[in-house]
T-cell receptor, first 114, second 115 residues
Framework: AQSVAQPEDQVNVAEGNPLTVKCTYS??????LFWYVQYPNRGLQFLLK??????LVKGSYGFEAEFNKSQTSFHLKKPSALVSDSALYFC????????????FGSGTRLQVQP | DAGVIQSPRHEVTEMGQEVTLRCKPI?????LFWYRQTMMRGLELLIY????????DSGMPEDRFSAKMPNASFSTLKIQPSEPRDSAVYFC?????????????FGDGTRLSIL
């Protein structure tokens, strides 16, 4: 079985400061990892993914994520937060077994204060 | 390109009524997923299709729920009879086939309220 843990329900950060949203995972085989963002009354939007290769993955809107195999983590980061980054963020994982279903974490609400 | 289109955006109905949610996936996508989102349970996968064939429906909560995909451009999720605990936001998502790392693209959801 595969699982994702997002240990923080909410992260608060001041505008201009760096942000980190944490994610750890459990999966059989090699992981395929994704981050999504959800704004109010909207669907989830794809931000970035890790499949293989460099451990630091760059995505949309200046976000990046660091894959750490030994710690089974895939934390989302941004060097300088914007108020408009305030949203709900989901980490998701699937294994390389061929099953297409993603397992999503419970979500972390990011609040960026001006 | 048009994204995943869901209708209706909002549905309010009384307990016991039949509810039908609709989804048009992105053209060329081979996979279609139905999710349910609630505060208590988060985002749950209900069912997914590959080339119009249901692959995994283990997340469908009860026999009251059914999903169909009659062709590559249309899917429905039906609840009959509906109950207040079915109130949630229902999302449809689609993705390409081929390589395993294809992301899913979500519609904006249907907010369902059962009174």
């Amino acid at each position: 079985a595969q699982s994702v843990a997002q240990p923080e329900d909410q992260v608060n950060v001041a505008e201009g400061n760096p942000l980190t949203v944490k994610c750890t995972y459990s999966v059989s085989g090699n992981p395929y990892l994704f981050w999504y963002v959800q704004y109010p009354n909207r669907g989830l939007q794809f931000l970035l993914k890790y499949i293989t290769g460099d451990n630091l993955v760059k995505g949309s809107y200046g976000f990046e994520a660091e894959f750490n195999k030994s710690q089974t983590s895939f934390h989302l980061k941004k060097p300088s937060a914007l108020v408009s980054d305030s949203a709900l963020y989901f980490c998701a994982v699937r294994g390389d077994t061929g099953r297409r279903a993603l397992t999503f974490g419970s979500g972390t609400r990011l609040q960026v204060q001006p | 390109d048009a994204g995943v289109i869901q209708s209706p955006r909002h549905e309010v109905t009384e307990m016991g009524q039949e509810v039908t949610l609709r989804c048009k996936p992105i053209s060329g996508h081979d996979y279609l997923f139905w999710y349910r989102q609630t505060m208590m349970r988060g985002l749950e996968l209900l069912i997914y299709f590959n080339n119009n064939v249901p692959i995994d429906d283990s997340g469908m909560p009860e026999d009251r729920f059914s999903a169909k995909m009659p062709n590559a451009s249309f899917s429905t999720l039906k609840i009959q009879p509906s109950e207040p605990r079915d109130s949630a936001v229902y999302f449809c998502a689609s993705s390409r086939g081929g390589r395993l790392g294809q992301p899913q693209h979500f519609g904006d959801g249907t907010r369902l309220s059962i009174l």
